[in-house]
């Protein structure tokens, strides 16, 4: 029989979980916090003692992994919607589908005498270098699936971006424009261009940046060169047709856009 050591199983779920609700957070773009990423990520470890327990029924072993799949997602991006919380648990769910199976797949072939499921969830004596590389295919595989699969949904619809930030409050007539394929570098997030005319207080007349400003590059038809952007507090884009509020991660870029908050309408999916 193999030993399962506690701490292992702990700090694997931790980081197994981050992953998987950072990947989740991905697909719908729902914003996510680190520290509640990490803090749901910790509650969601403490499911992966049900591997210590006898082998449960499958009817009760699935409404255990429904429930903890329900409460990690709602304590990761909030109880904010019954069809909010559905979509990003599926996301969640999706994800972990994804993961078990390149894990088994993995283990199976480099080390199948190391991996131990129970209950739907899995233990490994683990090579950190042989974890990476799973985690990895799977966001390969995943974001893969995104580019081939996911298309912008229908613009349908009179938009109102609101962006708060440092606790002032902006609220801008929002565009839906396909042709804003623009991406923060740094986190993978869309950026939402807006006028620079929006964001006065901060001063780019001089070489040096504001706090949590900075720089990534920026090309049109016209042009290219560097814009500003920061992330904001948070963002909301209102379906004014619809009467819909989605909170969206994105980046706000500061740029030339005629008082309006361009942004690309995949943010819109899910």
Not at 41 to 64: A, D, R, T
Not at 125 to 151: E, Q, R
Not at 228 to 243: H, S
Request: charged share 15%.
């Amino acid at each position: 029989m193999q030993t399962i050591y506690i701490d292992v199983l702990i700090v694997l779920n931790l980081y197994v979980n981050f992953f998987l609700l950072r990947t989740a957070a991905g697909l719908t773009h729902s914003p996510l916090k680190n520290l509640r990423c990490i803090a749901a990520s910790l509650y969601g470890s403490l499911f992966s003692l049900l591997i210590l327990v006898p082998g449960l029924p499958l009817p009760i072993s699935l409404l255990f992994r429904a429930f903890a799949a329900l409460t990690i997602t709602g304590a990761a991006f909030g109880f904010t919607g019954g069809k909010r919380l559905l979509i990003n648990t599926g996301s969640f769910f999706v994800s972990n589908f994804i993961l078990a199976g390149l894990t088994y797949a993995v283990y199976s072939f480099f080390a199948s005498d190391k991996v131990h499921f129970n209950n739907s969830y899995f233990y490994i004596d683990f090579s950190l270098l042989i974890l990476v590389i799973t985690t990895a295919a799977l966001y390969g595989t995943v974001y893969g699936c995104k580019v081939l699969f996911v298309h912008s949904p229908p613009q349908n619809g009179e938009y109102r971006v609101i962006i708060r930030h440092n606790k002032r409050i902006i609220e801008l007539p929002g565009f839906a424009d396909t042709g804003n394929s623009l991406t923060d570098y740094y986190s993978s997030s869309p950026v939402i261009v807006c006028g620079k005319e929006s964001f006065a207080e901060i001063d780019l007349s001089d070489n040096s940046l504001p706090r949590g400003v900075r720089l990534i590059p920026c090309s049109t038809v016209t042009s290219s060169g560097l814009m500003p952007v920061f992330r904001p507090d948070e963002v909301i884009i209102l379906n004014r047709i619809t009467g819909t509020r989605k909170p969206v991660d994105a980046i706000i870029g500061i740029g030339n856009s005629s008082g309006k908050a361009i942004f690309n309408p995949v943010l819109l999916k899910y």
